[in-house]
Structures are given as structure tokens and as C-alpha cells.
């Protein structure tokens, strides 16, 4: 079983909080509004990330972020891949006919996970800035050896 950290819309705020819960990750998926490079250096530390730009990240290190990623995973066995984006409103192709296990995105800061046509649609919601009353959280998916994916949802209670 793998373990991959999923977070979002942290608008250059990484929380301790967030950082714990994301401790153990095989990988770390940022679903955009990163808001600073120094928040992925410190992600790194704890595995690999993959990110895509958000509609708030500017500046020349976002610009060589892309808008959308297919991510691998798995790293041996089975191949699973993730379809990452930011806003699902731009989602630009079938998930399911293209042979992706699950789709990760942000933008809404609502955190959300619904199967649909075999595909498991996952939102951590925010983990940075609180808005309005909604949560902060972060998220896990977990890859099973059979190639199944589950996800969760992590309040990080404040």
C-alpha cells in the first residue's frame, strides 16, 4: 500500500498541522494556489511533489508549474495514475476513457471525494488561509497493491 499526501489552496500559509498530517507520504500532490516555492521545498522534505498552478500562483517559478499533470502512483507493479488540476470547471478530458484511477484538484477550498464511472474525484479542500467557515484540511490517498485507490480527509482541527 501506498500512501500519497494530496493538499491545496495553501495561498503561502504551510501549517505545522498540515505538515504532520502529510508525515509517511510515498508522494505529495499540491492541487494549486501554492503561493510560494518555499512551500514546496518544505513538502519535499518529506517526499516528492508533484503541482500544477493555480489561478492565484504568478511569478516565474509558478510559470514553469503546469496547469494540469498526469502523475504516476505507483511505483512498481500495477500503474495507477492521477489526473491533477486545479479548478475541475477546466477539467478537459474523460477520466474514466482515459484510464485514470482519480482525479485531484482544489480551487473551491470544499473538501469533496465522489466515485463516478469507476473514478474517484478528489478535492483536500485548503489547507492555507481559512475562508469563510469552511474546514482546513489536507488529504491521503491510498493505493493499494491490487491498484484500488481510497481516499480521506483530514481535518486539521483548527
Known amino acids: 500500500m501506498r500512501t500519497i499526501g494530496v493538499i491545496s489552496d495553501t495561498h503561502g500559509l504551510l501549517r ?6 502529510l508525515e509517511g507520504s510515498h508522494l505529495i500532490l499540491h492541487a494549486g494556489d501554492v503561493g510560494s516555492p518555499e512551500i514546496l521545498e518544505r513538502l519535499a522534505l518529506i517526499a516528492p511533489v508533484a503541482v500544477v498552478r493555480g489561478n492565484t500562483d504568478y511569478g516565474d517559478a509558478a510559470a514553469a508549474w503546469p496547469g494540469t499533470d498526469v502523475v504516476r502512483l505507483t511505483d512498481e507493479g500495477r500503474d495507477v495514475f492521477a489526473y491533477l488540476l486545479h479548478d475541475i470547471d477546466l477539467l478537459d478530458l474523460d477520466p474514466a476513457a482515459s484510464g485514470f484511477a482519480v ?5 473551491s477550498h470544499r473538501p469533496a471525494m465522489e466515485r463516478r464511472d469507476g473514478v474517484l474525484y478528489f478535492n483536500p479542500g485548503a489547507a492555507g488561509h ?3 467557515t469552511l474546514p482546513l484540511t489536507v488529504g491521503r490517498l491510498h493505493v493499494g497493491d491490487d491498484g484500488s485507490v481510497s481516499g480521506e480527509i483530514i481535518d486539521l482541527g483548527l
Open 130 to 132: 481559512r475562508r469563510f
Open 16 to 21: 505545522d498541522e498540515a505538515v504532520e498530517a
Open 103 to 107: 482525479v485531484v484538484y482544489g480551487h
